[in-house]
């Protein structure tokens, strides 16, 4: 399974941006879908993440009431809609997916990863 992340880009702060990640494969029947965020000189952080089977949401407390992900169930596909955006929100994102029961707050647990994405907040 191949992820495909796309969105990032340059923003001023208080600006938003949306990142998508969709599955390759359409039989692919995924137990989350969460995203990642690698700032310069720091390890990989939990941002969010979304579970397939009872449609919970998971955040980070940095960005709750920021940050929203939602899926589409048709399309195998999660979104990250990034608002009220910060410097510190600066980083290269990450999207991965597990088929399986995982604790989607530890990025050690997913099998499947996208190419990271640049998001740049600008002061």
């Known amino acids: 399974v191949q992820l495909q992340a796309s969105g990032g880009g340059l923003v001023q702060a208080g600006g938003s941006l949306r990142l998508s990640c969709a599955a390759s494969?359409?039989?692919?029947?995924?137990?989350?879908m969460g995203w990642f965020r690698q700032a310069p000189g720091r390890g990989r952080q939990f941002v969010a993440a979304?579970?397939?089977?009872?449609?919970?949401?998971y955040y980070e407390d940095s960005v709750k009431g920021r940050f929203t992900i939602s899926k589409d169930n048709s399309k195998n596909t999660v979104y990250l809609q990034m608002d009220s955006l910060k410097p510190e929100d600066t980083a290269v994102y990450y999207c991965?997916?597990?088929?399986?029961?995982?604790?989607?707050?530890?990025?050690?647990?997913?099998?499947?990863w996208g190419k990271g994405t640049l998001v740049t907040v600008s002061s």
């Open positions: 991965a997916a597990s088929s399986y029961r995982i604790p989607v707050r530890d990025n050690n647990a997913y099998k499947y």
């Open positions: 494969r359409a039989t692919f029947r995924p137990y989350a």
């Open positions: 979304a579970n397939w089977p009872n449609d919970f949401t």
